[in-house]
T-cell receptor, first 109, second 117 residues
Framework: SQQGEEDPQALSIQEGENATMNCSYKTSINNLQWYRQNSGRGLVHLILIRSNEREKHSGRLRVTLDTSKKSSSLLITASRAADTASYFCATLNDYKLSFGAGTTVTVRA | EAGVTQFPSHSVIEKGQTVTLRCDPISGHDNLYWYRRVMGKEIKFLLHFVKESKQDESGMPNNRFLAERTGGTYSTLKVQPAELEDSGVYFC???????????????FGPGTRLTVL
């Protein structure tokens, strides 16, 4: 079953703008992670937020977590062309990552 | 430090043929995972090795799929015979030992894109 569901499915923004994507999940979690996949490349781990955290920052990334709503958001500020990629949220059940279908972000120059 | 590598990067085969995908995890990582993304759908877990032992293969679609990890180093995933619905991107990931915390971050390879015609 699909644990994480991203919203929107696709996003097109101008370079310099912010991009926000959301993720909802179904079961209780210990942590939630965000990954990025650039075309032709593997999944890159971006950030992990634990269930007792509400917000976390890493460079231009900001992740929020609302366990009461079982949702998370990923904000990319001041987007760049290199941010063009698919972004996935994932929850970890012991050792198994469960991913959503992803949000495809296109940053226009 | 070398990351997770996968071979081949692309494979195009005909229905009924056999294909073997290979994954070399990060040196020293006991945990090795296989995942698959089929045609724009979510990435799904296939199986998990701890060293050479299969810890969980609950995600393997059917008995046409066989994964091995001889000697606890590299792993192979064989599809025999391949069907059209097997097309997708197969990802391998590895993580060090160290309990749940150590397994939290999984390091992914670039994936193998499999096309079955």
């Amino acid at each position: 079953s699909q644990q994480g569901e991203e919203d929107p499915q696709a996003l097109s923004i101008q370079e310099g703008e912010n991009a926000t994507m959301n993720c909802s999940y179904k079961t209780s979690i210990n942590n939630l992670q965000w990954y990025r996949q650039n075309s032709g490349r593997g999944l890159v781990h971006l950030i992990l937020i634990r269930s007792n955290e509400r917000e976390k920052h890493s460079g231009r990334l900001r992740v929020t977590l609302d366990t009461s709503k079982k949702s998370s958001s990923l904000l990319i500020t001041a987007s760049r062309a290199a941010d063009t990629a698919s972004y996935f949220c994932a929850t970890l059940n012991d050792y198994k990552l469960s991913f959503g279908a992803g949000t495809t972000v296109t940053v226009r120059a | 430090e070398a990351g997770v590598t996968q071979f081949p990067s692309h494979s195009v085969i005909e229905k009924g043929q056999t294909v073997t995908l290979r994954c070399d995890p990060i040196s020293g990582h006991d945990n090795l995972y296989w995942y698959r993304r089929v045609m724009g759908k979510e990435i799904k877990f296939l199986l998990h090795f701890v060293k050479e032992s299969k810890q969980d293969e609950s995600g393997m679609p059917n008995n046409r799929f066989l994964a091995e990890r001889t000697g606890g180093t590299y792993s192979t995933l064989k599809v025999q015979p391949a069907e059209l619905e097997d097309s997708g991107v197969y990802f391998c990931a590895s993580s060090p030992a160290g309990g749940a915390l150590g397994r939290s971050e999984q390091f992914f390879g670039p994936g193998t894109r499999l096309t079955v015609l």
